[in-house]
């Protein structure tokens, strides 16, 4: 019959348990509701709507010697699984919205519509900024792209950098390969907070607007 559900009829969040240890909760909200699935310690904070996080997070896994479980601390942002990743910065619950950690361990989607796709320890912080995968990338200025690699920094606006490591795109739709490139950064997004560590700044707000390094 169409009355027939699988749930509750109150308010209450609903929990799901295999092993008296919790696998699901599901949280209700006027506006739209929470779904988290994986480890128990896997949360969302307080006045998050919409969040998803798909599984993972661990208090201990002996066998990879890793432990982290993952946390939703803005609005509409999921996780896909993986360990220790986080969605949002928490400063406040709706101001960086939609952010996306795929998977991977220790991986942080920080501005709005940032995306992290995997990889380890992988920084989104500009807003709709995006790190495919890797290790120890950022992609701190708004609209910044790494594709992957090792220890590279998109801080222009726009700024893309493929792989390779230790790369630095500082420059607004600069472009940035293989080792060691570095397309310096402007006023608008100095080293200090693009992350580009030992960078020059140049004189210009945008940097070395549209340089295209290959070292």
Do not use: M
């Not at 969040?51 to 432990?67: C, E, K, Q, R």
């Not at 920094?153 to 230790?166: D, E, F, K, P, R």
Request: aromatic share 6%; glycine share 22%; hydrophobic share 35%.
């Amino acid at each position: 019959a169409g009355s027939e559900f699988l749930g509750s009829s109150n308010n209450a969040q609903l929990q799901f348990r295999v092993n008296n240890q919790q696998v699901a909760l599901y949280t209700n909200d006027a506006i739209s509701p929470n779904v988290l699935h994986g480890k128990s310690g896997n949360a969302t904070t307080a006045g998050v709507r919409g969040a998803v996080i798909s599984g993972g997070g661990t208090s201990s896994d002996p066998d990879l010697d890793l432990n982290g479980t993952n946390v939703v601390l803005d609005a509409y942002g999921v996780i896909g699984g993986g360990v220790a990743n986080q969605a949002g910065t928490g400063a406040q619950a709706y101001d960086q919205p939609f952010p996306t950690v795929a998977g991977g361990q220790g991986n942080r989607a920080l501005g709005a519509w940032s995306v992290v796709g995997g990889g380890r320890e992988n920084f989104a912080s500009g807003d709709t900024g995006t790190v495919a995968g890797g290790i120890g990338n950022r992609a701190s200025g708004p609209s910044g792209a790494v594709g992957g690699g090792s220890s590279n920094v998109a801080a222009g606006s726009h700024s893309a950098i493929a792989g390779g490591s230790s790369n630095c795109a500082g420059g607004s739709y600069s472009w940035a390969g293989g080792f060691g490139a570095k397309v310096r950064v402007g006023t608008d997004f100095p080293s200090s907070n693009g992350g580009c560590a030992g960078v020059q700044s140049s004189s210009t707000p945008a940097g070395d607007a549209g340089t295209f390094i290959w070292n």
